[in-house]
């Protein structure tokens, strides 16, 4: 729930979803009057029933409700599905705004080429304008479902494919990863945030500097520490010689709301459990566990809690 708003597929807040909300409501109220038809049916038959004038009736009944009906349903439902179908599969205008989702096991790595931001776990869109996510897969194949604002599509390793999202209006809308993908494919979450598009021109700008330069003792032996180690290796923070692509980009990670997948908030304390023992968190996660002294590992959280 967002304040008294029932959250879900069938409170759209997209174009996508919109009509693919339709197309569920037409098949609710089609199969309602389907119900009653073969109910009032059943009645009238039971009633009816070995009376040797009503035969002629029975036979009307029959292709009546038994081959007319359904395939009047069948031709409606039909028809209304494909062009559902073929709105979705439209190509994006060349006003939309362009976002690479990267699925891997398991998190999703989000990069905005036309202005050098990347983050993990959120994508940020502009309100009321076209998105086009250009989506691959870094490992197996993993699907993006965002209910409220469109429909589900495939992240495949071999080739991108690219789903056209809006939201009308601001929020956070939640996601999953809907194609099973491994052990922790149940933990692999995403949420869509949509701005005004002047808080998300703020936002981009925010993204794209480099990260904060450590203000005291403890946060400076930290950013010594994050280089030295396999940290470094794996994860990239701009403006230091961390450069790895494994992991996820650290360069504003307290600006995030969750790491892990979304199973831990980017608190202190969440992010000592997730770098002390990530596999007690994430059994099956790459990320190994650091052969980091206590005091080094405090280092390091003064230095990661300032980059936001």
């Known amino acids: 729930m ?5 959250r879900g597929a069938l409170d759209p807040s997209g174009s996508g979803a919109d009509d693919i909300a339709a197309v569920w409501w037409l098949l609710f109220f089609l199969g309602f009057a389907v119900f009653v038809l073969v109910v009032a049916a059943l009645f009238v038959g039971v009633r009816r029933s070995g009376r040797p004038e009503d035969r002629s009736t029975s036979r009307a009944w029959m292709l009546g409700g038994g081959i007319a009906l359904p395939a009047v349903v069948i031709a409606v439902v039909l028809a209304v599905t494909l062009s559902t179908m073929r709105s979705s599969a439209q190509n994006p205008p060349d006003t939309a705004v362009e976002v690479e989702v ?3 096991q398991w998190w999703w790595e989000v990069r905005y080429p036309e202005h050098g931001v990347v983050t993990a776990n959120e ?3 502009p309100v009321g304008e ?3 996510l250009r989506m691959q ?3 197996v194949i993993h699907s993006l479902w965002v209910p409220e604002l469109a429909g589900k599509l495939d992240l495949l390793p071999e080739r991108v494919n690219t789903l056209v999202i809006d939201a ?3 929020g956070r809308y939640p996601g999953r990863c809907a194609e099973f993908c ?3 494919h149940a933990n692999m979450d995403i949420v869509v945030v949509a701005h005004r598009p002047d808080d998300y021109a703020s936002w981009i700008e925010a993204q794209r500097a480099a990260a904060r330069v450590p203000v005291s003792a403890a946060a400076q032996r930290g950013l010594d520490v994050f280089v030295a180690s396999d940290c470094g290796s794996c994860h990239t923070i701009a403006g230091t010689t961390a450069n790895g692509t494994t992991g996820p980009d650290l360069t504003h990670l307290r600006s995030r709301e969750s790491i892990a997948g979304g199973m831990r908030d980017t608190t202190i304390p969440d992010l000592r459990e997730w770098i002390t023992d990530p596999h007690a968190v994430k059994p099956g996660v790459l990320m190994p566990g650091p052969s980091l002294t206590d005091d080094e590992i405090d280092d390091l959280l ?3 809690e300032g980059l936001e």
């Open 2 to 6: 967002e304040g008294s708003r029932l």
């Open 102 to 104: 990267i699925g891997h």
């Open 123 to 125: 994508i940020h869109i």
């Open 130 to 132: 076209p998105v086009a």
């Open 137 to 139: 897969s870094a490992d």
């Open 168 to 170: 009308t209006r601001p």
């Open 182 to 184: 491994g052990l922790q």
């Open 302 to 304: 003064a230095y990661l």
